[in-house]
């Protein structure tokens, strides 16, 4: 059942990320930008002049913080942006935020963001920290004599952005080909996956796990792709799963299918019971049907999870 269900979180996962194109990770990113900065936003504007049924353009002035790559006069730039997709979700700047921006400079001076909203994330101090020291740590390939030294130096730079709760989502999607159609390129010379990691890197990816104090759907990524039915620590990661922080304009049952997993290999009776009295697998939908009252699925999960962990 672990293994059947497993299969159905990836589905999930494939089904629901809301991505006409395919996922685009910070190695790209870094490829792809014109521009890599740390800026705080202003009030986003409405561009003129857009007849209706057109895309909605929006113009933000940001103040950089910190320039990471490219040029820029007078620590400030204008970028305009689509924000109004629904696929991947909009593009967003927040007035007063920090933002990490990965940008493509226009004709007249302005700048686009690079691969829509893939290339703007609102960070805390720790996540700007985080993306930051990635980014100096990222092996150059001038930097390394051969090609086989530097796939593996970026294979364990892609195991450290997995490893980091900041950066997960960076380094599951570069490494699991499963978690998306990536678009590998003619141009890009080596393809690098979960199947390469050593025992050690994938041991420090499940431990990573195992201590997580908060899971995000990433971690959920990240755990399917492991493919962790054996392993003895399977019940609590499953668990912190289960709890996993909601994500906006992301929608997946993910912590259902992970709660599901801890009433089995918990046997607890208790648990199994109150699972089943609230949720049903709709195999045709590979979808969850929860039979209490609307967005009263938290209170149930967190109720399961007690009683498994009273039990532990």
């Known amino acids: 059942m672990l293994k059947v269900l497993t299969a159905a979180v990836l589905l999930v996962g494939l089904t629901t990320t809301p991505s006409p194109i395919p996922p685009v990770p910070l190695r790209y990113l870094m490829d792809e930008a014109d521009l890599i900065a740390v800026v705080v936003a202003d009030e986003p504007e409405i561009l003129k002049g857009l007849e ?17 790559k490219g040029c820029v006069q ?8 689509e924000g109004a997709l629904l696929c991947p979700a909009p593009t967003e700047f927040i007035k007063g935020k920090t933002h990490l921006v990965f940008l493509d400079l226009l004709e007249d001076g302005s700048y686009d963001v690079t691969e829509l909203s893939y290339g703007v994330k609102i960070l805390d101090k720790h996540g700007v920290d985080a993306y930051l020291n990635a980014m100096k740590r990222r092996p150059e390939i001038g930097e390394i004599e051969s090609k086989g030294d530097h796939h593996e130096a970026m294979l364990e730079w892609l195991v450290q952005l997995a490893e980091n709760p900041y950066t997960t989502w960076e ?22 996956s979960l199947k390469q990691i050593s025992a050690e890197q994938r041991e420090r990816l499940i431990q990573a796990l195992w201590l ?6 990433a971690d959920s990524l990240l755990a399917t792709a492991l493919d962790l039915t ?21 929608e997946h049952d993910d912590d259902i299918m992970w709660l599901e997993v801890a009433v089995e290999k918990s046997s607890n009776a208790e648990a199994k019971k109150i699972f089943d009295e609230n949720w049903t697998f709709v195999e045709e939908w590979k979808d969850w049907d929860f039979q209490g009252e609307w967005k009263d699925e938290k209170p149930v999960i967190e109720r399961v999870v007690k009683v498994i962990r009273k039990e532990q």
């Open 171 to 192: 380094g599951v999607y570069d490494l699991d080909p499963d978690t998306s159609s990536k678009r590998w390129l003619e141009d890009r010379k080596w393809e690098y």
């Open 212 to 217: 997580r104090e908060r899971t995000t759907y």
């Open 52 to 68: 209706r049924g057109e895309w909605r353009g929006f113009q933000v002035r940001l103040a950089v913080k910190n320039l990471v």
């Open 230 to 250: 054996e392993d003895p620590r399977l019940l609590e990661i499953s668990l912190k799963l289960a709890l996993m922080e909601p994500e906006p304009l992301l």
């Open 74 to 81: 007078d620590h400030a730039l204008v970028v305009r942006y």
